[in-house]
């Protein structure tokens, strides 16, 4: 009896240690409509309080931003802007911005990646010559990357591609995805790639776009992780992933009010994401257009039904665009994060084991949103949702949702901080 018991608790602490080296990482990816540019419906201010409700919304790990304004030095102003008033704010300190594309061709506007360097950290940069893509060389930041020092590395590379319908735009368009195909090429045996962006094509079958996803690239073609290419403008049966426009009036920041009918924005992996070749994954079903649920064809996101109010003022009034994110399981625990967030809000279980709820316990100088996965001891994801504490002492309830007894692990999220815990459900 001793040893059958012995051995069953030796196979849920192996199952546990499997799943403990797993990790999600969100990708996003929003064009901000000329951020620092000068304008009477959203200024850059406007623009900062209503980027950090929907970054609220997306909770990134690493995200891309186009059209920043790069008139010289702008683009550092900008971009160091954004880090200091929008990611590193109330206590944290932890994100970290990529460096940044130069002589970039056409309007002084730029891209930049913002990423939180307790999880991700940037090793090179390639600039794609003449275009404003450049292709980024991260690596995931795992616990034991001191004494192992091997880590899961992978690749991102920015794009914001020539806007317009020309047969001009369209070549140019093409000419910008070749650039980056051959600068993929260039390098050796690249894993776990990603390209991200504004892309500006209407349908999968525009030339830049079948360039990319074309199967002689072999492991440098570009997939859709949710499978819907097609003819993307206007067409109702993708509406749930448009991410223009968000407006049907025009506006004084010069932004299209064309209404919500254009798939230009879109995270594009590789086979070894699609495949889980080399230590990344896609997370199934996580991939969305923020603020898009699919009830406003052609219309303005502020005709959204499900989507609230606040979030849906923030979308309009910051861009003509809805963000992009997705969710990537990388193989083992980011360095620094186990614990932390217990620490520094004194969190625990109030009572475990537990039958029909967790009750959580925190201490925080002012109200903060927490977010929460809860998995089995097989890595599958069984519940996930939000909660909040007030400031001062607080509990919050966690709901089980009819969950089979056995063992579980909760993982708690905020800014950037994380802690997981052994559940015994009854």
């Not at 368009?173 to 094509?201: H, P, Q």
């Not at 968000?246 to 254009?262: A, K, V, Y």
């Amino acid at each position: 009896m001793k040893k059958t018991l012995f051995t069953t608790l030796a196979v849920l602490l192996t199952v546990y240690s499997l799943f403990a080296q797993e990790t999600t990482l969100r990708i996003a990816n929003y064009n901000l409509l000329r951020y620092g540019a000068s304008n009477r419906f959203c200024d850059t201010d406007c623009k900062d309080q209503n980027l950090k409700i929907i970054l609220e919304e997306i909770k990134p790990d690493l995200i891309g931003f186009n059209e920043i304004i790069d008139g010289g030095n702008n683009a550092n102003i900008f971009t160091d802007r954004l880090l200091q008033r929008v990611f590193n704010i109330d206590g944290v300190t932890a994100w970290k911005k990529s460096p940044l594309v130069t002589n970039q061709p056409g309007e002084p506007i730029t891209n930049v990646l913002m990423y939180n360097s307790n999880k991700v950290e940037i090793v090179s940069m390639t600039q794609v010559p003449q275009t404003r893509a450049a292709i980024y060389k991260c690596y995931f930041k795992a616990s034991d990357l001191a004494t192992t020092k091997d880590t899961l590395f992978f690749y991102v590379t920015t794009v914001h591609l020539k806007a317009g319908s020309l047969d001009t735009d369209i070549a140019e368009r093409a000419r910008e995805a070749t650039a980056i195909v051959n600068e993929f090429k260039k390098k050796s045996n690249l894993r776990n790639v990603f390209v991200m962006g504004d892309f500006n094509v209407r349908t999968a079958s525009e030339e830049s776009i079948v360039t990319l996803t074309n199967a002689e690239h072999g492991n440098y073609q570009m997939k859709d992780p949710i499978n819907r290419m097609g003819s993307w403008n206007g067409n109702d049966k993708f509406k749930d992933i448009h991410t223009q426009s968000t407006r049907t009036t025009q506006e004084s920041d010069g932004g299209s009010n064309g209404g919500s009918d254009d798939r230009l924005d879109i995270i594009f992996v590789n086979d070894d994401v699609m495949n889980n070749k080399a230590g990344v994954r896609y997370a199934e079903g996580s991939y969305k257009a923020v603020g898009q649920d699919g009830t406003f064809f052609n219309k303005s996101v502020m005709e959204a039904t499900t989507t609230s109010s606040t979030l849906k003022s923030a979308l309009y009034r910051t861009s003509d665009h809805m963000p992009v994110r997705a969710d990537f399981i990388f193989k083992g625990v980011p360095a620094g994060l186990q614990e932390n967030l217990a620490t520094r809000y004194a969190m625990g279980i109030i009572e475990n084991p537990v039958s029909e709820q967790i009750r959580l316990r925190f201490s925080v100088s002012q109200p903060t949103h927490f977010s929460y996965q809860l998995h089995n001891l097989f890595g599958q994801r069984v519940q996930q949702g939000s909660c909040s504490a007030d400031a001062g002492m607080d509990e919050a309830d966690i709901r089980l949702e009819s969950l089979p007894a056995g063992v579980y692990i909760l993982s708690v999220q905020s800014g950037g901080l994380s802690s997981s815990f052994r559940i015994v459900v009854e």
